[in-house]
């Protein structure tokens, strides 16, 4: 009785509210205001572009005021593009923009239409978003894929704005890097020039999702989950731990943490759990592989990152392709600067700890990238004195001018490791049934990726996370379950440029192991004027491996127990000097957590699906007889 009193009292309370429809005063804030633009130095356009299906995707297009014949450049993006061209309430073109575009010397400067489009699915655009949406084909049965909805694009920008000069680029970065090279399959006739940075291309062998079998769980569950989960990125990801490693750890086996947060009802992330090998699945989305199928017609430069946290892999994969494809190619060029995740925008003074001498972005935009551009885009076609291979040296740093990556001149050598931790460009002297070195790797006690507490995934953009492919090894170094191999200090300069590839050799007492190895400078005790440097553990190239797709990437197989077996991997690419008084350090080890799922080590089907009792430690024997070593390129 008294719930229904309480139920009659609030409804005959809400049906005598009063109205304030007829409220006699009027309001301040006028039905309509428009904003007065008529100072601003730009034109801002909003289009609903429709695609071949009829879909129609939302398009901002950024007019410099006065403009004719101006070049455009086309950015596609999952990530708002109201408010990538809204970083300033601005009514100056440089204060509304950020990046590349900011900048004095780069896209503002050159009198560029600027053009930013949701993918569709995302924010303002119609249709349905599907994660790196696939190439129509056998994984997209519908009429449309990113090289037709930016055909499209580009053909409605065009005919449209007659402001340009019917001349187009595409430039992006990371997931826009995706899109700018999907805008080489097929490309419009005005599509003139392109600049994918940091793009994601393979998401099994070595982007985002997983590094060759080993799943990228942390930036991984998270940015799904906010991708997916709703079209405007509302819906974020929680976290109950400030330690990511704890959150990990204690949510349990497989993906616990994803099953924690409902991401089973993301599409992308089931796709995911049911392709954890190189399927067709993968293999048909490799853009590289898609690329270099076709003739690179379009004006190309790749830029890459060589601390890359996110896409260390997708812009070399690219050029390698395209370059073993057709080598004289004069439409593909390459970046290499020393920065992190599109740190080609921003600053590139410093990385963490390092110091570059002056801003090396700056100067790359300058002398690079806006030359470039400038050369494919205007009308009045500046020349271009720009080497198809722009990469930097660190160590020494400096900029170097290359016809082709690795250098011509770097010969082949091989790092060996040495019994008593020894590393050296020649096999151990001695060899014998013994010549192993052992740990014990434990899944339920694996080796944090940077120093705890790591506090990532409610910060995707701090401190951490950024910069921890530079973060200090010494962390590592001594834990009993990290192989640690040095040289002795070095008398002269070792300049190490290319692919090193890693050939680990061992055997272990369980039935699956993943091995990461780590390519590291290692500085002097001392260094002028940088105390922090002080004996740091500089990783120079490191990555990861599945022991079971060690054969091969499509097929798993058990580990044999007790049978010595080869993992052998390519680390991302280096252009590294390796100084007199430093030393040159390989670390091994078994697990690099949270940053990758922990392997059980008991081979089970799908490791999305292994349970507690699957998680066991085992012994690994490493071969330091001269078949455990890592193939490098010295350039001398």
Do not use: C
Not at 504 to 514: E, L, Y
Not at 582 to 587: A, L
Not at 618 to 631: H, L, P, T
Request: hydrophobic share 40%.
């Amino acid at each position: 009785m008294t719930v229904l009193r309480l139920a009659l009292i609030l409804t005959a309370a809400l049906t005598t509210l009063p109205a304030y429809a007829d409220d006699p005063l009027p309001s301040d804030r006028p039905a309509h205001f428009t904003v007065h633009t008529s100072t601003f130095d730009y034109v801002r356009r909003i289009a609903m572009i429709p695609m071949r299906d009829g879909v129609k995707l939302h398009t901002v297009i950024l007019i410099p005021r006065g403009a004719q014949h101006a070049p455009m450049l086309l950015t596609r993006t999952p990530y708002d593009a109201d408010e990538l061209t809204s970083y300033g309430p601005s009514g100056k073109l440089i204060g509304a923009l950020d990046g590349y575009d900011n900048a004095d010397d780069t896209i503002v400067a050159a009198g560029y239409i600027r053009v930013v489009q949701d993918v569709r699915g995302k924010y303002n655009s119609e249709g349905g978003y599907v994660m790196n949406r696939p190439l129509r084909g056998p994984l997209n049965p519908s009429q449309t894929d990113h090289a037709t909805d930016t055909y499209d694009t580009i053909d409605w920008l065009v005919k449209n704005v007659p402001e340009s000069n019917g001349r187009v680029g595409t430039i992006g970065i990371s997931y826009d890097g995706f899109t700018t090279l999907m805008s080489l399959v097929d490309p419009h006739p005005a599509l003139k020039v392109a600049v994918p940075m940091n793009p994601m291309v393979d998401g099994w062998v070595g982007d985002d999702w997983f590094h060759r079998g080993a799943f990228r769980q942390l930036g991984s569950i998270d940015y799904i989950y906010e991708q997916e989960a709703t079209a405007d990125n509302a819906i974020k990801w929680w976290t109950d731990h400030y330690d990511d490693y704890d959150a990990f750890l204690e949510a349990g086996p497989g993906d616990a943490v994803a099953a924690q947060h409902g991401t089973d009802q993301l599409g992308f992330y089931r796709k995911i759990r049911q392709h954890p090998a190189y399927d067709e699945f993968w293999q048909l989305q490799a853009v590289d592989k898609i690329l270099a199928a076709r003739k690179l017609t379009v004006p190309t430069m790749l830029v890459h990152s060589l601390w890359d946290q996110e896409d260390i892999y997708g812009a070399m994969a690219v050029y390698k392709a395209l370059h073993q494809a057709d080598p004289e190619n004069p439409n593909l060029y390459l970046s290499m600067g020393p920065w992190h995740h599109g740190q080609g925008i921003d600053d590139g003074s410093t990385l963490g700890p390092l110091h570059f001498d002056s801003d090396t972005s700056l100067w790359w935009r300058r002398h690079v990238l806006r030359p470039f551009l400038d050369h494919y885009l205007r009308d009045d076609a500046p020349p271009m004195k720009i080497a198809h291979v722009t990469a930097f040296q660190t160590g020494t740093n400096q900029w170097q001018d290359l016809p082709a990556w690795p250098p011509e001149h770097a010969a082949p050598q091989k790092l060996f490791l040495q019994p008593a931790q020894k590393l050296g460009f020649s096999p151990a002297d001695k060899t014998g049934p013994d010549s192993t070195v052992s740990y014990i790797s434990d899944p339920l006690k694996p080796i944090p990726f940077v120093s705890r507490p790591i506090h990532i995934l409610a910060d995707d953009e701090g401190p951490q996370w950024v910069p921890w492919l530079v973060s200090d090894q010494r962390d590592v170094s001594t834990r009993p379950d990290v192989l640690v191999f040095e040289t002795d200090r070095l008398k002269s300069p070792v300049a190490l440029a290319g692919e090193p590839v890693a050939n680990i050799a061992a055997t272990i007492t369980g039935s699956d192991v993943d091995f990461v190895v780590k390519l590291i400078d290692v500085y002097p005790d001392v260094v002028a004027q940088q105390q922090a440097l002080g004996g740091y553990q500089l990783m120079v190239s490191a990555d990861i491996l599945r022991g079971r797709y060690r054969n091969s990437f499509s097929s798993p197989s058990p580990v044999p127990p007790g049978q010595v077996q080869t993992y052998r991997f390519a680390l991302p690419n280096v252009n590294h000097v390796f100084l007199p008084g430093h030393r040159i350090m390989v670390q091994v080890q078994s697990t690099w957590f949270p940053l990758y799922d922990r392997n059980p080590q008991t081979y089970v089907v799908n490791i999305f699906d292994a349970k507690a009792a699957d998680y066991r430690s085992e012994k690994i024997d490493v071969r330091d007889e001269g078949s455990s070593y890592i193939s490098v390129a010295e350039w001398k």
